[in-house]
């Protein structure tokens, strides 16, 4: 039981290129814009034909080009949740939810009742989508495709039209809408923080093909590629030369790192998360970069230091995020001494 895709699609830009599965967890699409996420949701869920490949779900095959198997969308028992919400704005709540039942009058205003009840939604069933706001709005959209009881649901960039505030508080919302929905779930998201939040498991893709599948957590503490660090959000990367077993130097840094551990031979960046940085005294602690402070943004809670070798502004800039009480202890005007602690570094190619 559970989703296998593999599918390609010739697509004006790039081709599409995408395999994997997924048994009842919970799986996120990570990828630039354009790189064929939404292409892939709308070809499981038979909006778009792929040209070759199969679709499997729960033992029943969706597609199959060589079976020539192609069911239509209302065949594949599967709900889409747009990122538009794509609600109608002549129709009430409970007509928007209520529009695909297909059972008794009766049975139907039952089913409306009950979900609006989970989505506490009571008292909204006579108003049209105009009069609610977009938080309510997505709670119906949610509570349309739920009510069918789909065998999958996929998530297109649920929350990419909501400002912050109204964001956080409905990505909670919706985990806890979703613990009594024991279906395949499918995320498509641009944020990394939603990734992490909602899916164990996580699908690179890059220019239509997937580069990498795998536990969510995993994939962000070694994401192994080039490509995955830059999308789980790494922003201190640089081309390196393995010197040795044990030792390496990064090109961009003007940096030679000294590693007890075995580097891998065939790695071609190397990559430190700006968070894992360490500040300390001075360059007497081996791995630790003498740095000159270039700009200070302030965050809420935190600065993002941008800095540089000291006085060789040749080299790439250097992203370090310190919380706010931290880097009040420092004058500004002070040579900042960054190390790089070895079991934060990502050996990637």
Not at 82 to 97: C, D, R, S, W
Request: aromatic letters at 8%; one cysteine or more.
């Amino acid at each position: 039981m559970g989703l296998i895709v593999d599918i390609r699609k010739k697509l004006k830009s790039h081709n599409l290129d995408v395999s994997f599965e997924t048994h009842g967890e919970y799986l996120a699409f990570l990828g630039a814009s354009g790189s064929g996420k939404s292409m892939t949701l709308k070809c499981i869920a038979g909006i778009e034909t792929p040209d070759e490949g199969r679709i499997v779900l729960n033992d029943k095959v969706l597609f199959d080009s060589k079976l020539k198997i192609n069911l239509k969308p209302q065949e594949r028992n599967i709900g889409y949740f747009f990122q538009n919400y794509a609600l109608f704005p002549h129709m009430t709540v409970e007509e928007n939810i209520g529009i695909g039942l297909v059972c008794s009058k009766k049975e139907k205003m039952k089913r409306v009742q009950n979900i609006l009840k989970k989505f506490h939604l009571e008292g909204e069933g006579k108003k049209h989508p105009n009069q609610l706001s977009g938080g309510e709005q997505q709670r119906i959209a949610l509570a349309r495709c739920l009510i069918y009881k789909p065998d999958v649901l996929m998530l297109d960039e649920p929350f990419s039209a909501l400002d912050m505030h109204l964001k956080e508080k409905l990505q909670n919302e919706v985990l806890e809408m979703l613990k009594d929905y024991s279906g395949e779930v499918l995320m498509v998201t641009h944020s990394r923080d939603e990734a992490y939040k909602f899916c164990k498991n996580l699908v690179i893709l890059d220019q239509g093909k997937t580069v990498m599948t795998g536990n969510t957590k995993e994939i962000f503490k070694q994401p192994k590629l080039l490509i995955t660090a830059r999308l789980t959000g790494c922003k201190n990367i640089s081309k390196c030369d393995v010197l040795s077993q044990n030792r390496l130097r990064a090109i961009d840094w003007g940096l030679d790192l000294e590693i007890e551990k075995e580097i891998p031979l065939n790695i071609t960046h190397i990559g430190v998360r700006a968070h894992n940085l360490v500040s300390v005294a001075n360059a007497a602690k081996k791995n630790t970069i003498a740095c000159k402070i270039k700009k200070i943004y302030e965050d809420m809670f935190e600065y993002d230091v941008i800095a540089t070798k000291d006085h060789e502004d040749e080299y790439s800039e250097i992203i370090y995020k310190v919380k706010k009480q931290d880097w009040d202890l420092r004058r500004e005007e002070e040579t900042l001494y960054l190390q790089i602690p070895e079991e934060e570094i990502l050996f990637l190619n």
